[in-house]
């Protein structure tokens, strides 16, 4: 089968990431793109010799026109649930960026919109493509630490328009925050908005789909004059224990580039060992009784079908088989559980039990 794959909605600058992964597919084909504003679309056209009947300004016509298998989605936040349930009847499938959506009740809205068309909804968590990730939960789900007991998420990067798709670099102005979806709080913005729910939703793929009891966030709306936050903490209390995690716009590099300190990345610790594991290194260490001082484990280079989510998604649907980890809904639901308590418990000021 030549997977037939449309992009709809730019919002998102991830939206270039992930047609050059369509593009690049030997099975898939670009077949339209769409959004409201033309001028979002010209670098995906030109990078990837779209012809102008190719690029729509009406997702409509362009579902209608184009019959695409899969539809990538890239909108803002607070209209996840809204392109569901616009992108839902047409029969394709659907990967939607990060996050899950902008609330628990929205996340649901889309899991409802999918179910009566026996399409796949998944979500993509690009930290989920990192190798030191991988190898985490491969010697996780070996025994090699035992039981996970904590874990500890910092994350974040320069901000959120210091970069474009393929992390091109670029200098902001404050004209550019101000017409910024990530600086609007109605529009599903903020550092907890945007990265929380990597820590949360990857840390449930790391504690075996555990869920907290209870969760209590700070965010700091205070000292930089704007609408949303540019850092957060959030402390998440389980029957094993206490996980910690931390959102950061602002860090002193992006970790791309060089890894700011804090690192950016997680630390696990299990009843028999620990392992810390950053966003961009290829290897991870593991620290167990038989290696107190820690040992650098290499972490090998991801290959096709699981090193990027066009891939890994098209090979589950052809082999007719489930949507595992944090892209399955059940796991990027649990995270937005956290998420969902997160912000209303910084918003309170007080420890939340976890929503359901």
């Known amino acids: 089968m030549s997977w037939r794959i449309a992009g709809i909605n730019f919002d998102h ?18 077949v339209g793109i769409a959004d409201e504003d033309e001028s979002r679309m010209f670098e995906a056209r030109s990078k990837f010799g779209l012809s102008p009947d190719q690029v729509f300004t009406d997702y409509r016509e362009c579902l209608d026109t184009t019959q695409p298998d899969l539809v990538i989605l890239c909108p803002a936040p607070a209209r996840h649930a809204e392109w569901v349930e616009k992108v ?6 659907i990967l939607m960026e990060k996050p899950f959506a902008a609330s628990l009740a929205e996340a649901d809205r889309m899991i409802l919109a999918m179910e009566s068309t026996g399409k796949t909804l998944a979500i993509n968590w690009p930290l989920v493509w990192r190798r030191s990730h991988v190898k985490t939960r491969e010697v996780i789900r070996s025994g090699a630490i035992g039981e996970v007991c904590e874990v500890h ?19 902001p102005s404050e004209e550019d925050k101000d017409a ?23 840390g449930t793929w790391f504690n075996e789909g ?26 998440a209390r389980y029957e094993t224990g206490l996980s910690k995690f931390e959102t950061r716009w602002g860090t002193f590099s992006d970790p791309w580039v060089q ?15 620990t392992v810390s594991s950053y966003d961009y290194d290829d290897f991870i260490t593991v620290q167990t009784p038989g290696w107190p001082e820690g040992q650098r484990v290499e972490a090998p280079e991801l290959f096709p079908p699981n090193s990027n989510p066009v891939e890994y998604l098209i090979d589950r649907i052809d082999a007719n088989l489930p949507i595992e980890g944090p892209l399955s809904v059940e796991i990027s639901r649990i995270g937005q559980q956290i998420v969902d308590t997160a912000f209303r418990s910084a918003r309170e000021g007080k420890a939340l039990p976890l929503i359901e």
């Open 88 to 93: 839902a009847p047409s029969g394709a499938h």
């Open 210 to 235: 555990k869920k907290p009891v209870e969760v209590m966030a700070m965010w700091d709306l205070n000292s930089n004059g704007l609408e949303v936050d540019e850092h957060s903490i959030t402390v």
């Open 180 to 202: 910024s979806w990530f600086y609007k709080a109605a529009e599903g913005g903020g550092s907890l908005q945007d990265y929380l729910g990597y820590g949360t939703t990857l």
């Open 259 to 273: 890894q700011p300190q804090p690192k950016c990345g997680f630390v696990v610790k299990g009843s028999e060992g």
């Open 13 to 30: 600058f991830h939206m270039g990431d992930l047609l050059r992964m369509a593009h690049e597919h030997p099975d898939a084909e670009i």
């Open 153 to 171: 998420f910092y994350d974040g990067n320069r901000g959120p328009l210091w970069h474009g798709a393929d992390k091109i670099e670029r200098e």
